[in-house]
């Protein structure tokens, strides 16, 4: 089992990927699909078998609270998940994308590339799911991913970045809005205000500097590429403090 923080083969994985980087598709949901099988062709899991989705072995939790939980996905070149229960709202960011093969408990089984830089949410509260997915590619599978634990719509603001060109919307649903940051060296999002809990997931890794509105100090941190934040509500300002460009995906809760 892989433990909670980055291997040396997974740094090693993600940094081949290209600066373009890695954003939502996901270990559960996938970019593109080919060929298909029946569900009578699957061996379906005993009760026994199936775990929750943050019980699974390559599955980690790296931060919950009451309304978020943030996890790493990392799948070895020809690792299997155990079956596992989804039932959370679901949003995938793929670092390094594989291809990979799914079975279902409601869906057909499929083949499928996870594909860097697609964003994917999936509504599970709405349709559970039980599904065990296998990287079939010969590299390490990483996202980071996380499930809304709050359900329902309407608990928070907005989520609206229309104040400052910094951020392009790549997903618009009524429980979750994200966006996609590039920052040249220097360059600052200029103040937004987010309104409800939020995920922020680093496509490149650099020197980010964040203020709060009204106060003097930055807060810095050294990101590396498949990093992630939680983030809580207030007016800030995010300037890339680094000598190379930054990419990241910033979502927020509705």
């Known amino acids: 089992m892989f433990a909670m923080q980055k291997s040396d083969s997974v740094m090693r994985a993600m940094k081949r990927t290209t600066r ?20 009578a062709d699957i061996h379906k899991p005993s009760p026994s078998e199936i775990v929750e989705t943050a019980q699974d072995t390559y ?7 009451e309304d978020i939980r943030l996890m790493r ?59 065990q997915v296998i990287n079939t590619g010969d590299t390490v599978n990483a996202q980071v991913t996380f499930e809304i634990k709050r359900k329902g719509i309407g608990h928070f603001g907005p989520a609206d970045r229309a104040n400052t060109q910094a951020f392009s919307m790549i997903l618009d649903k009524p429980v979750v809005r994200g966006w996609h940051v590039h920052l040249e060296p220097g360059q600052s999002t200029g103040d937004y205000t987010q309104s409800g809990p939020g995920v922020r997931v680093f496509l490149t890794g650099g020197r980010l500097m964040t203020r709060e509105k009204g106060a003097v100090a930055f807060s810095e941190k050294h990101m590396s590429q498949g990093d992630a934040d939680v983030l809580a509500k207030g007016t800030f300002e995010v300037i890339n403090g680094g000598m190379e460009p930054m990419d990241y995906n910033e979502y927020e809760l509705r």
Request: with cysteine.
């Open 20 to 39: 373009a980087v890695s954003v939502f598709g996901g270990l559960c949901a996938f970019a593109s699909f080919y060929g298909g099988s029946a569900l």
């Open 59 to 65: 599955h980690h939790v790296i931060f919950e609270n």
């Open 73 to 131: 996905v990392v799948i070895p070149p020809h690792g299997k998940t155990r079956w596992h229960r989804q039932s959370l709202d679901y949003v995938n960011t793929p670092i390094v994308g594989t291809t990979i093969h799914k079975d279902s408990l409601s869906e057909p089984s499929r083949d499928g590339t996870m594909k860097p830089g697609e964003v994917r949410y999936l509504p599970y509260s709405q349709k559970s799911d039980v599904d």
